[in-house]
């Protein structure tokens, strides 16, 4: 669903290797924890929020050998499905939900100053399991896509084992980069970093309110879905993503003239419409599939569900 980017390559993970090691190549690694320890004084120009809420275990692997190349990050150990915390305020500026490649579910999140942060490895398995399911509500939380605007603070996705991580423990691989690409050691900031996560009142405060009014199953099998949605905070329309059984679908904006809903004092124009939503991949919607409209809020901080249906059986 969503592409590779154009301009630069998530850093290649791979799964921890033990090779043995030359004399040389000792004198290198030595020379190598002294570069890295400078590095790793190396931080955003602001405290940020540790990325993994509840316990989590992590040390300094940063440069560790990795096949080929290093490890460009730190891997965060904890349990599937522990969630995963915006470590500043920004925008999602890129997203994988497919396990194919190394680096499997990731998202990118890059503050208002060009600063930014891989989340790697996200969930991709049922709670309690192993299958490789990938829903992608088990990977990312609710309203979060490509363009979202997110609070630290606020959970964004879910500890897994995606990509080559499948045959480690569970961990979230995070790596910093600074304006322009260049990739710090995170220890330095992870070690600083300020446990918060934000409270389910800040959460629902920060959310549109709205509703799916009406699921009515097309010809072919595919749903078409109506309603409204009001953010939270302003009067623009609000994104809505359409979720099938748990997986995005279709993200849509609510912009059409809704003149009844005037007497909220918010303006009109907060209608939406899916057209045509179906399974993940096409085709109808699967039978018994639950269908949910998530509103999106313009400013982050919280995105909410305002409407569900389950699909005729
Ligand atoms: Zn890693």
Redesign the pocket.
């Known amino acids: 669903m969503y592409d590779e980017p154009s301009i630069h390559d998530v850093t290649a993970?791979e799964a921890p290797r033990r090779r043995p090691r030359s004399r040389r190549a000792a004198a290198v690694a030595a020379l190598a924890a002294a570069a890295l320890f400078i590095a790793a004084c190396e931080k955003p120009p602001y405290q940020i929020v540790f990325p993994v809420a509840g316990t989590s275990n992590y040390s300094d692997?940063f440069g560790a050998p990795?096949g080929s190349s290093t490890?460009e990050?730190?891997?965060i150990f904890g349990a599937k499905g522990q969630p995963l915390i915006a470590a500043a305020d920004g925008t999602i500026t890129w997203m994988r939900w497919g396990t194919g490649v190394r680096s499997g579910n990731l998202l990118q999140l890059t503050d208002d100053t060009g600063w930014y942060y891989y989340y790697?490895?996200l969930n991709n398995d049922t709670p309690g399991t192993d299958d490789g399911a990938n829903r992608y509500d088990q990977a990312f939380a609710d309203g979060i896509s490509i363009g979202q605007r997110v609070k630290a603070g606020e959970v964004i996705g879910y500890l897994g084992d995606s990509g080559d991580?499948e045959l480690t423990t569970p961990?979230l691989?995070f790596e910093i980069h600074k304006p322009g690409g260049a990739v710090i050691n995170p220890y330095g900031a992870l070690l600083e970093a300020r446990r918060f996560e934000r409270t389910p009142e800040q959460r629902v405060a920060a959310s549109p309110a709205g509703a799916a009014e009406a699921f009515v199953l097309n010809p072919d099998g595919t749903v078409r879905i109506t309603g409204w949605a009001i953010d939270a905070v302003r009067n623009d329309p609000v994104r809505v993503s359409a979720y099938i059984g748990g997986n995005l679908i279709a993200t849509s904006t609510a912009g059409f003239e809704r003149t009844d809903l005037a007497p909220r004092g918010r303006g009109t124009r907060h209608g939406y419409t899916f057209a045509s939503v179906g399974a993940r991949g096409g085709g109808p919607v699967p039978k018994g599939a639950e269908m949910c409209v998530v509103a999106h809020s313009i400013e982050g901080g919280g995105s909410a569900r305002i409407g569900c249906s389950t699909a005729p059986k």
Do not use: L
Request: proline residues 0%.
């Open positions: 993970e692997t990795r490890h990050g730190q891997d790697i490895h991580a961990h691989h």
